[in-house]
C-alpha cells in the first residue's frame, strides 16, 4: 500500500534521484486494477478514497502526466515558454474517461513514463533549471515539474489503494 507522499520529499532529490523515482513510480500503482470488473472500476467513493471511480482516476493520471510531460519538454527547447491550465474537473464532468480500458489507459500510462525517464536520463544537469511560467504557480524549472509530476502519480496512487481495499 503507497502511503501518502509529500511534495516537499521530491522538491529535495537530486535530478538523478527524482528520475530514478519518476521511472520507478508506476510500481506504486496497484497491480489488481487490471482485475477489475467493468462495474468495480466505474464504483465511486466517499471519504478516504477521494470521489473518483478507479476508471476516472487512471484517465486522469494520463492526462495530467500528458500535461506534465509536455510542460518540461516546453521549458527544455524553448525560452521561458507560458504554460496553461487544465480543468480536470471538466473532464470527468464531460465523461471523458467512461469508455478507458484499463489495461489501455494503464499501457499508455506505462510507455509515456518509460519514455520520459528515457529522455529525462538523457538530459544535461543545467536542462533541469530551464524554466517555463504557470499561472499560477509563477516560475517553474523543469526540476520543480518533475517533482510534481511524479509525486502527482504517487498522491494518486495512494487514493487508488484505498479504492482497491473497498473493492476486494
Known amino acids: 500500500m503507497s502511503a501518502k507522499p509529500e511534495i516537499s520529499a521530491f522538491l529535495a532529490l537530486s535530478h538523478s534521484d527524482l528520475t530514478g523515482a519518476y521511472t520507478s513510480g508506476i510500481s506504486k500503482i496497484h ?7 467493468e462495474e468495480k472500476a466505474d464504483r465511486t467513493f466517499e471519504g478516504a478514497a477521494g ?3 478507479c476508471r476516472m482516476l487512471l484517465g486522469h493520471l494520463l492526462d495530467a502526466e500528458m500535461a506534465f510531460v509536455h510542460r518540461m519538454r516546453r521549458a527544455v527547447a524553448e525560452e521561458r515558454p507560458a504554460f496553461t491550465v487544465w480543468q480536470e474537473d471538466d473532464f470527468i464532468d464531460k465523461g471523458l474517461y467512461r469508455s478507458a480500458s484499463i489495461d489501455e489507459t494503464m499501457q499508455a500510462l506505462r510507455s509515456l513514463r518509460n519514455w520520459t525517464g528515457s529522455w529525462l536520463k538523457s538530459l ?3 536542462e533541469f533549471s530551464r524554466v517555463g511560467l504557470h499561472p499560477q504557480r ?3 524549472t523543469v526540476h520543480t515539474i518533475l517533482s510534481y509530476c511524479t509525486w502527482h502519480l504517487e498522491h494518486h496512487a495512494h487514493f487508488l489503494d484505498e479504492k482497491m481495499k473497498r473493492l476486494i
Do not use: F, K, V
Not at 31 to 37: E, I, K, S
Open 138 to 140: 509563477g516560475e517553474q
Open 124 to 126: 544535461a544537469g543545467e
Open 31 to 37: 497491480p489488481g486494477l487490471a482485475d477489475l470488473t
Open 51 to 53: 470521489a473518483w471511480s
